[in-house]
């Protein structure tokens, strides 16, 4: 796959989102779709931090969390728009992570993932315990982002998303950044000794990861129009983890091929329950752990392997 | 006067009761090349890692071209001029060579594409053209530490470490590296080379210092530290 193709598929997403728009989806079609594009951006992101950059974060839920009741705080509290809250909450949750960042990430191995965990599981508390904020389990209700506006709109919004991360992406793995990242995912004491000054470079895939992850939650917020704390859960962390491990860690697009996977199981199996979507999951993430050690679409890649030479770097 | 471009003074360094570098004293001069050879466990490497700043000294101070560098992450010597390569191969595993090579110019300041417009022609002085698109993990142990080398000439340094450079390598290769070092020795870069090589380290130094338990047991030209008995018995015997 050419660096051309990398410029065509954000405009292919978009492209994507006013076509669906138009044709009038089911609804349940629409929806898993709209939620598709949150999963997307979650599990990119993700994928950009663990797979390229070598961090593994358990904060990402966490983070979308803070991005989705930010949106929240500002709408109802601060009486700004849902699309002032779509600029904002990306920014203000790069600043959370960038904190949280300078904490976690003066750390190696399996502490990182244990100080994540302990970020997203306070929050969690937090967020139930602090009821007369976040209204508990009762929740929180938002107005749409345009009055009287169906799931036409949201297609749309989440194609220009999905577009959007790509663009990013794009942007910082065939840049300096992705680079220099990548050297660190392989070996941080020779990138260091190289002169890579290692902890700038996580804190800025920690700050732009973190970002997406704030607009998945804001974007998430403005669409669902209802938030519980049940949204923080480290269940659906492991949701966002497969669905990059299934497709493919560290491949550009292996996160889309994960959400593919897994939101169309989903869609397939929904009328057995959530309990049998789980286990049917579980056994997806099993047999591509044993056949496709490094993803699907690795197994792709290496089926053609000229044509996606550049799917990983 | 010859320009002093790095200065160890007292350097020491214990990991529990384990004393691996025990007070050396070493100066390595602009387009100066000192081989550092010794029995294995003799510190050589210890020795690399802390003027490296892998390894934070106990005691001891370290000059990098006149600056004290003591106790400075490893990047910042880096920084500063100091190139070091790995008994190993230096090479990240997922990267292309070429992006591994290009990698050595973006921390001095290139873009991107302005690196990897250097790497190709450095991988190309290394005979490396033909895998520069490879994966570094697809490649053999020698070509890796021909990454190295590729590295080096795009790094500019004004000091350059070199780690057991020639072990497992073919004669083809040695030669290159002898080239590539003898050149750059040539415009001032002052090189450190621990090898197990001693007829290849010695054809290209000016100057021998024999590593045992963590000190300097010898130092001197080849000949000198080839005939002392302390060295023969210590390391050549």
Redesign the interface.
Known sequence: MTKLTHHLVPLLFVAAGLGLSLIGLRPVVADLLILSVYYLLLAGSWNLLAGFAGQYSFAHIGLATAGAYGTAALVIGGGLSGWAALVIMPVAVALLGGGLGLVALRVRGVQLPLITFAFAGAFAVFLAAASDITNGSMGLQLPKLVPGFDRSLYLVLGGILAGLFFIVQNWMIDGKLGLLMQAIRDNEDIAHGMGVGIFRVKIAAFMITAAIAGLAGSFYANYVGVLAPSMLSMGEMGYVVAMAVIGGLGYRYGPLIGVVIIRSIEYFVRGFGAEYTLVIITGVALLVVLFFREGVIAYVSRLMPRQTARWRS | MTRIVLETQGLRKAFGGNQVIDGIDFRLAAGELVAIVGPNGAGKTSFLNLI???FRPNAGTIQLAGADVTQL???VP??RGLF?S?QNG?A?????AI?NV???G???GL??REAESEAGKALARVGLSPVA?W?ADHLSGGQRKLIDFA?LLL?KPEVALLDEPTAGVNPAIMEVMRAIIAEMRDKGVGFAVISHDLPWVFGLCQRVVVLASGRVLAAGSPDEVSADPAVREAYLA
């Open positions: 490296a700043g892998q992450a490893p990047n880096a920084r070091r790995f230096g990240f595993g997922r990267l292309s992006q290009a990698l050595a973006m921390v001095r873009g991107r698109d994966p590295r790094a």
